[in-house]
């Protein structure tokens, strides 16, 4: 019977916060270890701990866990969305799984979900101890698909106008100015629409997650080009996708791009359908565990 066990390690502003999933308390046999990163914002009793539960059930030791300033892990400012912040992240817990009893040597698999892979990506593109990955739903940007996504050039220079001034204002007086992440109501919001997943507290809605965005972090976001990382990633890759998730036209040019083996596997459901629905949660975290038994 697979169980969880709460953890901590050191990131680069403190103390990071997680879950390990093993398949069996009462195992002996170290299992290949994987990482799960969960979509922008979230916490880890999202969508990670999802993932990372459903690969416990197949075998594998995953570490879910909350990002720098987000849940209860340290860091400031809190929900600062940082690729390059998340990427080290990913850095610091993978030096956590290498070095704890229960995770073989020398395997490390990485899972992202939506903006979750565009961080996996980045790290896996810089750290050769990534021996698999996984990308589940991605959200993988450039600078073309950000502007069709956020309205044009104009609208791209709307958030970073605001960017700059909310990063002027936490500079002199270390006040964070936040938006909704979700909101229908609130055309500010970092997704301006009412989406049940992140509202609904039988889904993601949940205490734990702070629906809220530091308005300073638009020009890193905005400015992180995922399409571009795929150059650079090695290591075999699975992409698990639907035409009616986001933005499949930036999966498919990742992958075309993509330095190493790899594999797209394309299926129905709408993107939040992959955080949280059955069918499709275990038809990608089934293709993820053969992906990682075939090349760990």
């Not at 459903?54 to 600062?80: I, K, N, V």
């Not at 290498?98 to 790290?123: E, N, R």
């Not at 359908?273 to 075939?294: C, G, I, S, T, W």
């Amino acid at each position: 019977m697979p169980i969880r066990e709460q953890v901590s390690f050191l990131g680069a502003q403190g103390k990071l916060v997680g879950h390990l999933h093993l398949p069996d308390a009462d195992q002996t046999t170290p299992a290949a270890g994987v990482l799960v990163a969960g979509t922008w914002t979230s916490v880890k009793e999202q969508m990670a701990d999802r993932y990372a539960g459903e690969l416990a059930t197949r075998g594998y030791a995953a570490l879910s866990f909350d990002f720098t300033g987000y849940g209860e892990s340290e860091g400031t400012p809190r929900d600062y969305e940082s690729p390059a912040l998340k990427a080290g992240d990913l850095h610091a817990a993978a030096d956590f799984l290498a070095g704890h009893p229960a995770v073989a040597d020398d395997t490390l698999g990485v899972l992202g979900v939506c903006a979750g892979a565009m961080y996996a990506s980045a790290f896996a593109a810089r750290d050769t101890r990534v021996r698999s990955l996984a990308l589940v739903a991605p959200w993988l940007h450039d600078r073309r698909i950000c502007e069709e996504n956020y309205g044009g050039p104009d609208g791209i220079a709307a958030k970073k106008a605001a960017a700059a001034e909310a990063r002027r204002r936490y500079e002199e007086t270390g006040d964070v100015t936040y938006v909704p992440v979700v909101s229908g109501s609130d055309p500010d919001a970092a997704m301006p629409f009412d989406i049940d997943f992140y509202l609904n507290p039988e889904r993601g809605g949940i205490p734990q997650w702070s629906n809220r965005y530091a308005v300073m972090a638009w020009t890193e976001w905005l400015d992180h080009d995922a399409v571009a990382l795929a150059r650079d990633v090695t290591a075999p890759t699975l992409l698990v996708h639907s035409e009616d998730a986001a933005i499949p036209d930036g999966a498919r040019r990742f992958h075309a791009s993509l330095a190493g083996p790899s594999e797209f596997l394309w299926t129905q459901g709408t993107q939040f359908d992959f955080y949280d629905r059955p069918p499709q949660v275990r038809l990608a975290a089934d293709a993820a565990a053969e992906h990682f038994a075939r090349t760990l």
